[in-house]
């Protein structure tokens, strides 16, 4: 048992870090608590007083504000569903013996590593241009007219850019879950007769919950700051600005970074609701 002595090194020891990390935290939250309340244009003027809530308000009733947050909840939405789902098949795959099993899991993994302006702009030039794209290619080779994916289906594309970014994340945890699950319990079961499905349905997917679980609360908070993807291919036109591109928009484009700021503070506001309410719907899993 560790004696009073070694705890308070130990707290001592990781003191530093804890106060890095607050310091890393509080200190950029409190500067956007700041210039909320305060009217701030760098380009005209500087420093024009304090405006109190003003700033809440105008950014509370812009026309673009719920327009923003459903748009960031559909691209959410969207990912989630498509990683997870494709992510236990492409687990349930990998996990079956084949030839040359680990390069196709390094293969499967590898976007992952991609950065966000980069994949965005592999999907933009070489798959979705209406000219020269494979999918133009291939809507030709059937007599279809291509498509403008990034003008008339903008959040679909966007959706479909961010999920293969994110896929080999949820496979990796998901491959991970069922390589932990208990052989013996699933031959167990197929000597009783169960089917493939039934195996998968009341064995496989309840022992994954867990994993789920971790893959739905890191993706969400990552996927509420989506910017890079939105920047490379729309720019936020055709529907597709999120809140976070609508507060790069005031304190960037427009010069006011009081405005900004309280656009900062939704999105926290925004980003703890929706975690609160994941941990109270799925968050139960991780103590079963």
């Known amino acids: 048992m560790a004696t009073q002595q070694s705890r308070t090194a130990a707290r001592f020891m990781m003191a530093p870090a804890v106060v890095l990390l607050l310091g890393w935290m509080l200190v950029p939250l409190c500067m956007t608590l700041y210039f909320s309340f305060k009217k701030y244009l760098p380009l005209r003027g500087g420093d024009l007083g304090w405006v109190g809530f003003d700033n809440y308000v105008r950014f509370f009733s812009s026309s673009s504000f719920w327009p923003s947050i459903s748009t960031t909840l559909i691209i959410v939405g969207g990912v989630l569903a498509i990683t997870i789902a494709l992510g236990v098949l492409l687990a349930l795959l990998l996990d079956q013996p084949m030839w040359g099993q680990g390069f196709v899991r390094i293969l499967v993994i590898a976007p992952f590593f991609v950065m966000p302006t980069v994949s965005a702009l592999i999907w933009k030039n070489m798959f979705m241009d209406p000219n020269y794209g494979l999918f133009a290619y291939l809507w030709e080779f059937f007599g279809a007219e291509p498509i403008q994916w990034l003008s008339q289906a903008s959040l679909q594309s966007i959706v479909m850019i961010v999920s293969w970014q994110w896929l080999p994340f949820s ?3 998901l491959l991970t879950a069922i390589q932990s699950l208990d052989t013996e319990q699933l031959e167990a079961s197929e000597m009783d007769g169960a089917t493939a499905l039934k195996r998968f349905w009341f064995i496989i997917l309840p022992h994954l919950g867990r994993a789920m679980t971790v893959v739905l609360l890191i ?10 993807e939105i920047f490379v291919t729309t720019g936020g036109a055709f529907g597709s600005k999120t809140l976070t591109y609508l507060i790069y928009q ?6 006011n970074v009081g405005l900004g700021s309280a656009g900062g503070v939704y999105a926290i506001i925004l980003a703890n609701i929706v975690a609160i309410f994941l941990m109270r719907i799925v968050g139960k899993n991780l103590d079963s």
Do not use: D, P
């Not at 005031?250 to 010069?255: D, F, G, H, N, P």
């Open 171 to 173: 496979t990796l945890i």
């Open 219 to 228: 993706q969400t908070i990552f996927l509420l700051s989506i910017f890079a």
């Open 250 to 255: 005031r304190v960037l484009e427009s010069q």
